[in-house]
């Protein structure tokens, strides 16, 4: 059965940044797109990037562009988020997911929460000013 495990949340202040690591165990597909979701109290839960493991290609939310970045280390089935700057708003319990299939050219690519198979548990970041 597959598993996410999510790892690196905590307290951070405006301005500062995490790491968000999503292991991938008992994970034998070939093609997929590993993303991260977050929800707010209160709030939908909202795509925040995704990436490709067919040809690397990623996308991000508009309201963490230039701020955000994924990255994927394949031989470890894991997934990364780098948060930079983070905001007040960034307040969140973020999750990963997976969906299997081979995805090419992400940029183009939206994929809401429904459409993922996998999900891990969640890990919350909390940003005080």
């Known amino acids: 059965e597959v598993q996410l495990v999510e790892s690196g949340g905590g307290l951070v202040q405006t301005g500062g940044s995490l790491r968000l690591s999503c292991a991938a165990l008992?994970?034998?597909?070939?093609?997929?797109?590993m993303c991260w979701f977050r929800q707010a109290p209160g709030n939908e839960r909202e795509g925040v990037s995704c990436i490709s493991s067919s040809d690397g290609s990623t996308n991000y939310a508009d309201s963490v562009k230039g701020r955000f970045t994924i990255s994927t280390d394949s031989a470890k089935n894991t997934v990364y988020l780098q948060m930079n700057n983070l905001k007040p708003e960034d307040t969140a319990v973020y999750y990963c997911?997976?969906?299997?299939?081979?995805?090419?050219?992400?940029?183009?690519?939206?994929?809401?929460?429904?459409?993922?198979?996998?999900w891990g548990k969640g890990t919350l970041i909390t940003v005080y000013s």
């Open positions: 008992e994970f034998t597909f070939p093609n997929y797109a």
């Open positions: 997911a997976v969906k299997p299939g081979r995805f090419q050219g992400m940029g183009g690519i939206t994929l809401s929460y429904v459409a993922m198979d996998y």
